[in-house]
Nanobody, 127 residues
Framework: QVQLVESGGGLVQAGNSLRLSCAAS????????MGWFRQAPGKERDFVAA????????DFADSMKGRFTISRDKAKNTLYLQMNMLKAEDTAVYYC????????????????????WGQGTQVTVSS
């Protein structure tokens, strides 16, 4: 049973940075595809990025490209999302997700692909 615990969210002003962490237990991040999703108020949960078990990462949507980076630390069994130059529209609950399956980074990820989820961490960006 994989357990995921996110941390690092908070309230920041636009233009600042946050780094979200997702600590995994029960299985190594080295044998999972892991991803970040976000859900803004009143909206669906949207895919942000994923990293597969060979360490390859997906592209970000244009709205996040050049500002967000996904990475992992196998020694700490932790997934990260570095978010720079934050904007008000980045305000959302950010969720970490994992699946013990290999995906290529060209795959179009959906929430249904991930059986394991964290509780979410709130990111609020004030303009």
């Amino acid at each position: 049973q994989v357990q995921l615990v996110e941390s690092g969210g908070g309230l920041v002003q636009a233009g600042n940075s946050l780094r979200l962490s997702c600590a995994a237990s029960g299985r190594s991040v080295g044998v999972m595809t892991m991803g970040w999703f976000r859900q803004a108020p009143g909206k669906e949960r949207d895919f942000v990025a994923a990293i597969n078990w060979v360490g390859a990462a997906t592209d970000f949507a244009d709205s996040m490209k050049g500002r967000f980076t996904i990475s992992r630390d196998k020694a700490k069994n932790t997934l990260y999302l570095q978010m720079n130059m934050l904007k008000a529209e980045d305000t959302a609950v950010y969720y970490c997700a994992a699946v013990a399956k290999y995906y290529t980074v060209s795959y179009t990820f959906r929430t249904a692909d991930f059986p394991s989820w964290g509780q979410g961490t709130q990111v609020t960006v004030s303009s």
